[in-house]
Structures are given as C-alpha cells and as structure tokens.
C-alpha cells in the first residue's frame, strides 16, 4: 500500500463547478498535513496546510480526519487558473514530506 | 517569501559524464536541505536529506556514490549525478528548511535532466 494515495483523475470540470480531491494515508504517526499545487514542469508550491479543526482560505477548503487517515481539499467556483495538479503531501519525521501522486484538475471554460 | 533557486534549470548531456545541480537558499540560512526527483506523470520522491557540515542522509533504493551531496554552507548544497545514464533523466528538485526548523520546505525551480 503506497503512503499516500491519490486518485490520479484527470477531473475536467466546467469553470464554476464545485469539486472535491480526496487523499489517504497510511502512517497513523504522521504529524502534518498540506496541500501543494504543481504546475506542468514547475516545482510546488504551497497551497494550503491542513488541521484537524478544517480550514477555509477563499475558495479553498481543506479538512483532516485522523480517525480514518482521510484528507480532503474543496475547491468552489473553479476557474480557469485553478488547472494543475494537486497533490497531497504528508509530514512523517524532521522535515520528511511524503508526496501522492497528485490529482490532475482541468477546468473547461 | 524564503526564496529558493537552482542552477541549472536544464541540462543536457551525454550518457557517462557527471553533472553538478546547485540548490541555494537565498534570503533565509538553510540547516537542512532536500533532494527529490520526479519522473513523468509521477510523484516527487525524495533521494536524501542534507544537513550542513555533515553527510547526507539518502532514502532507501538511492546509491549515495551515484548521487553525491555536498552542504558545505547554510545556503548552498549541491547534488552531483555522477556517470549519468538515460535513466537517470528526470526533474530534480531542492527544497530548503529554514533555522526556524518549521515544518515548510521551501521549493526551487528544479533541475530539468536529459542523458542522451
């Protein structure tokens, strides 16, 4: 079972659409949470961490169930610069991250 | 923003030579920095953890005389691909964490590696 895992996608949505990425993981130890953004051939970036409590930035919303080793990342009204790859990255030791895959977003004008 | 850049963002080279990737922090001093590589259409994996003065710590399933780390400085670290071949083509990726020893890594550009 990998570490993290994605659903690869790619989602194609229509600008304006409300859509959901989900992400699980399979360490119980892990300590901390993020969403990054990729680019096609760019490094990540930072879109968002994740806390137990949820947290909502713009259009973004995020949410960590530890019970069930769950993350997830809401997008609302899509547009079309919101097209990248999504990727789920786990915090595991000092400074280890743990990457998915990444879910492919294509927003559709 | 903490700044992060590499040097070079892409090369090209022939299979059996060796190639030196820069990773530099720029505005912020850097006690430990990452390796990653990415193939296409998959995740980024990280090669090894390089902390400054002292040897590199390198994943599982990485040879560490293939892909040797140099982090003389708390700004600088350098990965050499020593005797590249084809396969080892990929997106190489740095990050940097700062002294405030959070857990934010900050990313550079990448490194676009091509072994002809």
């Known amino acids: 079972r990998k570490e993290v895992e994605q659903d690869p996608g790619p989602f194609n949505v229509p600008e304006g659409a409300t859509v959901a990425f989900n992400c699980t993981y399979s360490?119980?130890?892990?300590?901390?949470f993020f969403w990054y953004r990729q680019d096609c051939r760019k490094e990540p970036k930072l879109l968002m961490s994740?806390?137990?409590s949820g947290n909502e930035d713009g259009r973004f919303t995020a949410q960590l169930n530890r019970a069930s080793q769950y993350i997830s990342l809401l997008i609302r009204d899509s547009k079309l610069s919101d097209s990248a790859t999504y990727l789920c990255v786990v915090h595991y030791g000092p400074g280890k991250l743990i990457f998915g895959q990444g879910t492919t977003l294509q927003v559709k004008p | 923003g903490a700044v992060v850049s590499q040097h070079p963002s892409w090369v090209i080279c022939k299979s059996g030579t060796s190639v030196k990737i820069e990773c530099r922090s720029l505005d912020f001093q850097a006690t430990t920095m990452f390796w990653y590589r990415q193939f296409p259409k998959q995740s980024l994996m990280l090669m090894a953890t390089?902390?400054?003065?002292?040897?590199?710590?390198?994943e599982q399933g990485v040879e560490k005389d293939k892909f040797l780390i140099n982090h003389a400085s708390l700004t600088l670290s350098t990965l050499t691909v020593t005797s590249a071949h084809p396969e080892d083509s990929s997106f190489y990726i740095c990050?940097?964490?700062?002294?405030?020893?959070?857990?934010?890594?900050?990313f550079g550009p990448g490194t676009r590696l091509t072994v002809l």
């Open positions: 990050s940097a964490r700062g002294l405030d020893s959070t857990d934010t890594q900050y």
């Open positions: 390089s902390n400054e003065g002292s040897k590199a710590t390198y």
């Open positions: 994740v806390y137990s």
């Open positions: 360490n119980s130890a892990s300590q901390s």
